[in-house]
């Protein structure tokens, strides 16, 4: 028996049940009920509440108490509701998209499996981080695609994630297993009075014999903060050096 936490399975039947009485009595508030916003929502929930792993047939029998614990379902219950409210309002753009649309696809054959590339944008003369810059993320000069609709390219920083910005390429189709590529990747990145910056960087990749379709955050590849500066500061710039001259 594999690790699993029991609170998956809590929280997902309680954050059902909350969606559906919502829906029931039409309120008004309630914009989406689709898959995506509800598993926004579970994600929201199991993010604020203490785990509780199992790993063999006496820890599913303990879990019975799990379940008979009132005040706990209650707290559940607290936390989905504004769980709910918050995803209605601050819905994500794939969120009507058939949830096959949003799941990487298995596909029984060589290819190249990209980790997820992680990186931070910094102002120049502050070091404090950047939000409202568009990054992205291109090979061989096009935008490549990601895994599934869940990730975005071009992405955005936001004041909330402190500049940082992640991207998790889809899989590239191999000859054969156990294959040696390089690929080069080209980050280009824009924001509002601030000089536009590129970024480069290479990733050696052996082909797997599968498409990975599950995330692992422990393989990530942390690309080099990237430093932005201000247009202002490069006319000042220029301006010395036509002086010079």
């Known amino acids: 028996m594999n690790v699993h936490n029991m609170m998956e399975d809590l929280v997902t039947a309680e954050v059902n049940a909350l969606y559906d009485q919502v829906k029931q009595a039409n309120s008004p508030w309630l914009t989406c009920d689709c898959k995506n916003c509800r598993l926004d929502t579970i994600s929201y929930v199991l993010n604020r509440i203490p785990p509780k792993y199992v790993v063999s047939g006496r820890g599913v029998t303990h879990s019975n ?142 082909s797997d014999p599968t498409v990975k379709t599950e995330l692992n955050t422990a393989c990530s590849v942390k690309i080099r903060d990237i430093v932005l500066f201000k247009r202002e500061i490069f006319d000042e710039d220029k301006k010395e050096e036509k002086s010079e001259k």
């Not at 509701?81 to 649309?101: C, W, Y």
């Not at 090979?139 to 994630?161: E, I």
């Open 65 to 206: 108490e799990i379940f008979a614990d009132h005040q706990l379902i209650a707290d559940i219950s607290a936390v989905a509701m504004d769980g709910i409210r918050i995803i209605s309002s601050t819905k994500r753009p794939f969120h009507t998209l058939p949830r096959e649309d949003c799941e990487v696809h298995k596909e029984e054959n060589p290819h190249y499996n990209f980790p997820t590339f992680a990186g931070t944008i910094l102002d120049g003369s502050t070091f404090e981080p950047i939000s409202g810059a568009r990054i992205l993320l291109k090979l061989d000069g096009k935008p490549v695609d990601m895994v599934d609709m869940t990730w975005a390219n071009p992405t955005q920083t936001f004041l909330s994630t402190k500049g940082a910005f992640t991207f998790w390429a889809k899989s590239i189709p191999a000859e054969k297993t156990g294959e040696s590529r390089k690929f080069e990747f080209e980050i280009e990145v824009d924001v509002e009075g601030y000089e536009k910056t590129y970024n480069y960087f290479e990733l050696p990749i052996i």
